[in-house]
């Protein structure tokens, strides 16, 4: 159970839902929480708010948080232990390890609170994208640092993503809706840089 989906943010109201469910059927529930954090800003709310609702979940410190690479279990102790002699039975441990870890812990410390200002780009994003003519959020409410935008059928995606490259812009506009996503690499400016070069390519 993803805590974001499409973009969208699931409310606590729905967490507890579920939770009453799984607990009447005597079930487990795990949050695949790749983007919890995201979720938690959005909802603003501390993590808490959404794992208490959970027996475990992943968080990925990778997606949004800005880490090289990692992801953490969360559970019980029982449920952590097992899970280790699990991932050793399959040869998943990691040796010197330790570098990877002060980046995780580094992000933890210092990239959940500007999440806010991935969102805050995204808004932006959204909002110049649909003054384009051919572009339309309208039906994608940004939430998080996720942006969807319709693109109209008279604009050729290929010709406008070769243009984008003479720019050294580097997108995929497969599909529709397409998406795109703010991170802390991504600043104002950069969004500012890509909506003129769309415009001039149009």
Do not use: W
């Not at 607990?23 to 949050?31: A, G, N, R």
């Not at 933890?108 to 808004?123: G, I, T």
């Not at 243009?163 to 050294?168: A, F, P, Q, S, V």
């Not at 995929?172 to 991170?183: K, W």
């Amino acid at each position: 159970l993803e805590n974001t989906i499409g973009g969208k943010v699931l409310p606590l109201s729905y967490l507890a839902e579920a939770r009453t469910f799984c607990d009447h059927h005597k079930l487990q529930l795990h949050l695949d929480g790749a983007r919890v954090y995201n979720a938690a800003v959005a909802l603003d709310v501390d993590i808490t708010a959404i794992s208490c609702h959970f027996d475990s979940m992943t968080i990925c410190l990778s997606k949004g948080l800005g880490a090289p690479v990692g992801s953490l279990l969360l559970g019980s102790q029982s449920f952590i232990s097992k899970a280790r002699r699990i991932r050793k039975m399959l040869g998943g441990g990691m040796r010197q390890a330790g570098m990877l870890a002060v980046a995780g812990q580094k992000v933890l410390d210092e990239n959940v609170d500007r999440l806010a200002q991935d969102h805050a780009n995204a808004h932006y994003l959204a909002s110049e994208l649909h003054k384009l003519e051919g572009f339309s959020t309208d039906a994608y409410p940004v939430q998080t640092n996720i942006v969807y935008v319709d693109i109209a059928d008279t604009i050729e995606r290929t010709r406008l993503q070769m243009r984008l490259i003479e720019k050294n812009i580097r997108v995929t506009l497969s599909g529709n809706p397409a998406r795109l996503v703010t991170h802390k690499d991504i600043s104002r400016n950069d969004i500012d840089t890509l909506i003129r070069a769309i415009a001039a390519s149009r």
